[in-house]
């Protein structure tokens, strides 16, 4: 039986290969895959933005290697931080609260 964590590492590859491919290299996202996985996975970080430049923003800082695509590394480097800032929100939140 597996981990929670070792559950949320395998969607997170299952999330990333199921937009990747889909037009051009399989092992990456093009802007158009990643405007997908964000717009359908990460509906919540989106619905508040008014940047309609959002998307492009993303894409060229995650874009390390500036191939105009993101790999696995590079989508994971997204995650992380998302997840990073959510952290520091709900601390700061129990802060506030006196937790």
């Given at each position: 039986m597996s981990t929670p964590l070792e559950d949320a590492m395998d969607t997170l590859i299952r999330i990333f290969h199921h937009y990747?491919?889909?037009e051009g290299d399989r092992y990456k996202l093009s802007k158009g895959e990643l405007k997908e996985l964000l717009t359908s996975e990460l509906t919540d970080f989106l619905s508040g933005q008014k940047d309609l430049?959002?998307?492009d923003k993303i894409m060229?800082?995650?874009d390390s290697n500036k191939d105009n695509e993101v790999d696995f590394h590079e989508?994971?480097?997204l995650v992380a931080a998302l997840t990073?800032?959510?952290n520091d929100f709900f601390e700061e939140q129990?802060?506030?609260e006196g937790f």
């Open positions: 990747s491919g889909k430049h959002l998307v060229k800082d995650l989508f994971v480097i990073v800032a959510c129990l802060k506030r």
